[in-house]
């Protein structure tokens, strides 16, 4: 059994054709829908979510995404660049059987991100939250079902990006002036609207965030089959909540590899903070493959397209080093 190994979600540049030819080139095994924020509003993790959206629509002003009455140019131009990645990943996997990845940001992140007509955050209306978490919910069906139907050998995995998740829990989100910070939302609120968007999907859902402090234990009880996150940030006080994550059989997609240009260590190094773990924890060293997928730490949008293709064969040879080496 290899330990498998995938991207995060972004890429660097605006070539679609070429993003879905770089990711199925590199994860021959588990291949996922390349982002490229480089094109520009809707291009964006938020502006692409936004453009799943049912019945909901937004629009870019100078502050950010902000929610809007009716459809307008920015939603159409992320729908229509969607479509195209779809196209050119459908082009490149035809015959294709395995795990797929598909992304999108969360409702939490989103509601962090999106402003209502006044300008602050959605995040402080509890029935506009509940609302967008709803939207989402029905626009990632229709996706997952588009999906499906283009590449009907894939076994798809849901990640949701929640990077603003640890802020929304830790009343850490600041408000439209800067000067004050939105109240903390309730956990049990935050873990039901979670484990709503689960059921949307029948297959693994996975969430990511790299940044520090992933509430572990409340995604596991929200239903998550598996957690993305950024390897150099934890602490051993996660090392509890790590534990028994993985004796339940939560996946974890450990990123070790750094999202921007930085000299690559041999494959073997880069999962040695793994091994530790495992060690540390007491875990059977010949869980390790089953239990652990290695990706970069963060989406690759910000690195060079040589940096990100090596990054990606990298994990590949990373991930064999922890299946033949788990000692």
Known sequence: MSAGATGVGSLPGG????AAKTVTGSFEEFPYL????????GADMIGRSLGLLVDMYAHVEPSGWRISDRPGR???RARSWLGEDLDALEEFTQGYTGKLKVQAVGPWTLAAALELHGGEAMLQDPGACRDLAGSLAEGLREHLADVRKRIPGADVVLQLDEPSLT???LGRV?????YRTYRAVDRQVV????????????GEVVVHSCAPE?????LRRAGATGVSFDFSLLTEREDDAIGEAVEGGTKLFAGVVPGTDAPLSDPGGSVMGVRKLWRRLGLAPGTLAESVVVTPSCGLAGASPAYARAVQAHC?????SLADNPE
């Open 316 to 320: 590949v040879r990373a991930a064999r």
């Open 191 to 202: 873990e039901g609207a979670l484990r709503d968007l689960f059921a949307v999907h029948d």
């Open 214 to 218: 992933v509430p572990f234990a409340l």
């Open 74 to 76: 920015d939603s159409k």
């Open 15 to 18: 070539d679609a054709r070429e």
């Open 167 to 169: 802020a929304v829990l």
């Open 34 to 41: 390349a982002e490229l924020p480089a094109r520009g509003p």
């Open 174 to 178: 600041r408000s439209a002036s800067g």
